[in-house]
DNA sequence: ACGATAGTAAACCGATCTGTTTACTTTGAC
DNA sequence: GTCAAAGTAAACAGATCGGTTTACTATCGT
């Protein structure tokens, strides 16, 4: 992939998440990214696809850092399965934290069975497969519903460090998954 | 308030809901209000202003509906607080069900200290302290930090809602919910 | 009946939108 | 070294953006 694709991609994820899908031009694109729309043109053949390469890169790596994240703040998938929050709350606190861009992304664009739609729907649902595969190796009852739950948890604890500013609804939504595992692994002793 | 006004802040509302604020234009706005630019600006001094407005109504009407809606499912706060996720899920399966329009709005508008990002801020925090009400008369352990959780139990099944289409996100936060509350009532037992 | 308020209709403003075009230059693989 | 791909620069197009203006009309309380 060339250098000046990727250029755009990253800029554009930038300026999306900063000021939504609708409120970036292709224009401010191209001359952030330091180059000529003619370019931008060349890469993608329309603002759309210049979305959905920023979305589909965007879920790429955000579930790849997540995943490594994740998995480095314990040994055991219950440990994981409560690091999740952990690892949100720091993304919370980043400086550049503008919430989920694939949620952005769907309150912008409503429209149901559109490319945009289908990569956030498929985005979440990669979460929580995610999720739910922690939650099997975890042992707990009805795994699916647990990850269910977590993944909700999680959703909310996003939304909620974004609307009120405050990163640290990743420990009131740790908390509570605390109180649900225990629930759900306390049949399983 | 006059009627051409009401109409104006009716339309804006369904159009920025299910196109995103960025997404509509004053004159589209106009035109299906069936008034003219001028009338318009007769009444609001700039888009941000009739956003405002939007904002403002809508924060109004949906904590009156959603409060209304939440004592209707019980008598007790126990079962209100359970009743907010069916509440919420009737919520999610309307037709036009396109979010919460105060998590797309910061979605759109990510600068902190702005007047939008207030009125966002502020809907959260009363919607909360509504929550923290019905703990408080539920007589919880620690009614704020249960508060928050459930609160944050909502959002996650909003969006999760939203961006899955499926309105039955409501139903496995309601579960978690009922599992947070047995444990905050346990110790009082 | 008068005058303010609220309204219509439509042109106009400069800026920005997505997208194209023309003309020319750099770069890199074979 | 050549030739195509990828690039620059900049104008252009038609639509739409937020917002203003002009000219005129309907409504309504006092």
Redesign the interface.
């Known amino acids: 992939m060339s250098k000046k694709r990727q250029q755009l991609i990253d800029t554009a994820i930038e300026l999306f ?7 970036v031009g292709i224009d401010r694109i191209a001359e952030v990214s330091g180059v000529t729309k003619k370019t931008l043109y060349h890469h993608f053949r329309s603002k759309e696809e210049l979305i959905l390469a920023a979305l589909k890169q965007k879920d790429s790596t955000f579930r790849n850092d997540f995943m490594r994240a994740v998995e480095a703040t314990g040994n055991t998938p219950h440990q994981r399965l409560l690091g999740i929050f952990d690892v949100a709350q720091a993304w919370f606190s980043d400086q550049k934290f ?3 861009m ?3 992304a ?5 429209e ?1 069975d559109t490319a945009i739609r289908a990569a ?2 498929s985005f ?2 990669q979460i929580l497969s995610y999720i739910q595969e922690l939650a099997e190796q975890a042992d707990v009852d009805d795994p699916r ?1 647990v990850a ?2 977590l ?10 460090a ?4 405050n990163p640290e ?1 990743a420990q ?2 740790r ?2 998954a605390e ?2 595992l ?2 759900a692994t306390r049949k399983a002793a």
């Open positions: 998440n900063e000021h939504g899908f609708h409120g503008y919430g989920c694939f949620i952005n769907v309150g912008e664009y409503s149901p956030c729907k979440k649902q519903r269910v739950a993944a909700i948890l999680l959703e909310g604890a996003t939304v909620t974004q609307v009120s500013q609804a009131a939504a908390q509570t109180i649900l225990n629930a």
